[in-house]
C-alpha cells in the first residue's frame, strides 16, 4: 500500500480531516479499497457516526496491492505525526506487505539537498479494532441548507459559551439557532438570502435540539470545504455534509435529542 499527497491544499485538507476524526474517536479504522478510501465509524456513545469517502484520484498516488487493505490505528498519535509537515513537505503513507503491523509516514521535501531542511520519517503501530461497516440508506430530507464553514465555525463556538444544547428551527422564513444556560440565552437569526443555499418543504416548520458538544467536534475547523451542508427532517439523524473536493466527502450523522 503507498498513498501520496504533494498538494498543498489536500495536505491541510488531510491533516484538518484527521483533526476532527480524533475528536470523534481514539481509534480509526481506515479500508483501503482499490477506487477509495473509506474511513467510517463512531463515537463512543453512538451520537454520531462519520463517513468519510476519498476517491483514488483525490490523492497524487494511490496504489493498493491488494484488493482492499483494511487498517487501524490511533488517531491522536496519527494526527500529531502529520501535524508536524512543514508547508514545502509532500506526505507519503507506505504500508510494507512484509511488515503490515506497522504504518510508515514519511514527510519528503520537494527540494533534495535544500540546505537546512530535513525529510522525516515515522513509523506507527497498528492496532487492531473491529468495526463493522454499517450500509447508510438514502433520505429525502425536509429543510437543507448551506453556509459558509468559516460563518457556521464562529457561530457554533459562540453559541458553546451560553449552553450545552442547541435548538435549530428551520422555517420558510429563515434559521435560527438558540441555546441557553446558567450564563444566559444566544440566538442567532440566519435570513434566507445570507445562506449558500436553502429548501424546505412547503409549510414545513423544523424545531429539532441537538447536543452543541458534539456539533462542535464536527465543526471544529474551516479548512475542510468553503461551505459546510446540513439536512435535516423531524424523523432522522441530522446529516452534515463537508464536500473535499474531486467527487471526495466527509458526511457526519447525528441524532437529535429527544424531549424529555
Known sequence: MNIYINDKKKKETFVSLFQVLKNCSSIISCNFEKEFLH???????????????????????????EQSKKVSFDSNVFHS???????????L????????????????????NKKGEFNKFFKMPLT?????????????????FSLSSKQITDIFSQLS???NDIIIKCSEQDISLTTNGINGEMRVDIPIDDLSSYSI??????????????????????????DVDFSLSNNCPMKINYSLGD?????????????E
Open 81 to 91: 505525526i502529520i501535524s508536524s509537515k512543514s508547508d514545502n513537505q509532500d506526505l
Open 93 to 112: 503513507i507506505k504500508l510494507d506487505n512484509d511488515n503490515d503491523d506497522t504504518l510508515h509516514i514519511n514527510f519528503i521535501h520537494q527540494e533534495s
Open 161 to 163: 459559551n451560553f449552553g
Open 201 to 226: 418543504v412547503e409549510e414545513e416548520e423544523i424545531i429539532l435540539t441537538y447536543s452543541l458538544l458534539y456539533i462542535n467536534k464536527m465543526c471544529i475547523t474551516n479548512k475542510l470545504s468553503t
Open 128 to 144: 487492531n479494532y473491529e468495526y463493522e461497516e454499517l450500509s447508510i440508506p438514502s433520505v429525502d430530507y425536509d429543510a437543507e
Open 247 to 259: 467527487d471526495s466527502l466527509m458526511v457526519f450523522y447525528m441524532a437529535p435529542k429527544m424531549n
Open 39 to 65: 474511513i467510517q465509524g463512531m463515537d463512543k456513545s453512538h451520537i454520531c457516526l462519520f463517513d468519510v469517502k476519498l476517491k483514488n484520484n483525490w490523492f497524487n498516488n494511490y496504489e493498493i496491492n
